[in-house]
């Protein structure tokens, strides 16, 4: 789907645990300058209903599960992360909600920028406005 | 203690939950090259029992608690961090352990450096020898 993808990342398994590590540039296709983490939402809660303009995010859920539902004017998906070492990339121009944290999830956000306010669009049909501007000028074809 | 911090991080805290925010240079002392994460660990494992040259980091608990043993050839702490908004920074020249871990606790590490082999000090015997090298060249005042 248009600018999101799942990343898998290593699992260092051993009876000590499990690490798994994110380089950036490597691991992720962006420098990391930003992370930020949720916790705590109640079942029926659901957070996002925003797009980026710039920002790319690397989304992970290191306990637990929760749905993520990805969207643009062409397509809608819904992930379900409930895997430390499994990341779900989203870039720039794609809608996105999170849903279903179930009790005590854990998710994590590796972002490529520091917060920047202007970089959101939070009105969905501003949002369709834009991302039909811009796929109209780009054409994507679809994977 | 020499190199370590408490960091205090904003806790976003509404109905939908809590949000934390680190960003590099501003909430951590550094660039973020990397994170990684540590996941299902028994209670009965220890971790970490080793030192670093140059790495900073940052220790968040973002589910259930762990401890974490800090020591310098003069001084040994025992920090429980339980809490997303609290960090624990960890410079270079600290020997740190890890260790009881709650069931499905969650420890994230924000890192300075990509990893390296050659920048870890495993061996605790070296470990007090290059650090009182270190300390005796360069002084450290208690605070």
Same mark, same amino acid.
Do not use: D, M, W
């Given at each position: 789907m248009y600018n999101c993808a799942l990343l898998k990342f290593k699992d260092i398994a051993s009876q000590d645990g499990h690490l798994t590590s994110i380089e950036e540039k490597i691991h992720v296709p962006f420098k990391i300058k930003r992370i930020y983490y949720i916790t705590? !939402?109640?079942? =029926? %809660?659901?957070?996002?209903?925003?797009?980026h303009r710039r920002l790319q995010? !690397?989304? &992970?859920?290191?306990? @637990?599960? &929760? /749905? %993520? /539902? !990805? /969207?643009?004017? =062409? *397509? *809608?998906? &819904?992930? *379900?992360?409930? =895997?430390?070492?499994? @990341?779900?990339? &989203?870039? +720039?121009?794609v809608w996105h909600e999170m849903f279903d944290f179930t009790k005590k999830s854990v998710l994590l956000v590796v972002a490529s920028e520091h917060y920047a306010g202007e970089d959101y669009i939070r009105d969905y049909n501003h949002y369709l406005t834009e991302?039909?501007?811009?796929?109209a000028e780009h054409p994507? =074809? +679809?994977l």
């Open positions: 705590g !939402v109640a079942q =029926n %809660i659901a957070r996002g209903f925003h797009a995010q !690397v989304l &992970i859920c290191l306990n @637990g599960s &929760i /749905k %993520i /539902k !990805v /969207k643009n004017p =062409n *397509e *809608e998906q &819904i992930i *379900e992360l409930n =895997n430390p070492s499994v @990341g779900l990339y &989203i870039g +720039p121009l991302a039909k501007a811009t796929f994507v =074809n +679809p």
